[in-house]
């Protein structure tokens, strides 16, 4: 069995990707729309994935998608995203969004969401991935807190399972 060096979280994170909105981004309630900016996450957080893993990356679930204030038209979106730890085969990467009226300078916190990717060998089943080597104590942080996600995760499955189950399927 190869054992796969532990990468840090640095060669893989995505600090400060823009996205302007324009008209054609926004609801009915005349914000920018939140599955514009979902899929946006999910394709970053994937090529972080990607990055850590060297191998193709699937989105395995999506937890704490928090909308916290809208973004308008004419804002600039800025992205950041970074793994917080990877297991077997899975990964948790975060992101945070950001809103900056590019005039003012005024910024505002967005989003926040987790994703798990689950990276595939060449017969589309899930392989080893290497570890993250966290450096800073903010990376620290956010390792510890991802394995506590985890652990609900997959309790959360379980007891779906279990419920399943005694329901005869
Ligand atoms: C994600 C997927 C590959 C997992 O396959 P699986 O047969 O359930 O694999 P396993 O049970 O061996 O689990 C593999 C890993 O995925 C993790 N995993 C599986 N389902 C998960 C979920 N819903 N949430 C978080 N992690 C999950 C497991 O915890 C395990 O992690 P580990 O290897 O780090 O311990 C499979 O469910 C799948 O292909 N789903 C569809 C993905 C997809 O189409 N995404 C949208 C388009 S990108």
């Not at 009915?28 to 990055?51: N, Q």
């Not at 950041?80 to 899975?90: E, G």
């Not at 005024?106 to 060449?122: G, Q, R």
Request: charged share 25%.
């Amino acid at each position: 069995m190869t054992v796969l060096k532990p990468k840090p979280v640095s060669a893989s994170a995505i600090d400060g990707q823009v996205y302007k909105v324009f008209p054609n981004d926004l609801n009915a309630h005349h914000t920018a729309f939140g599955g514009m900016i979902m899929a946006k996450c999910d394709r970053l957080s994937l090529v972080v994935a990607e990055r850590h893993s060297g191998k193709v990356c699937v989105t395995a679930s999506v937890d704490s998608m928090h909308f916290r204030a809208p973004a308008k038209d004419g804002d600039t979106l800025i992205f950041k995203t970074a793994i917080n730890r990877a297991w077997r085969s899975s990964m948790e990467i975060g992101v945070k969004v950001l809103a900056e009226n590019s005039y003012t300078g005024d910024h505002k916190h967005i989003v926040s969401a987790y994703f798990t990717f689950v990276a595939l060998d060449e017969f589309g089943k899930p392989i080893d991935v290497p570890e993250i080597l966290p450096v800073s104590a903010e990376e620290t942080r956010r390792y510890e807190e991802a394995d506590i996600r985890r652990q609900q995760r997959l309790k959360n499955r379980e007891a779906m399972a279990n419920y399943r189950a005694t329901r005869g399927g």
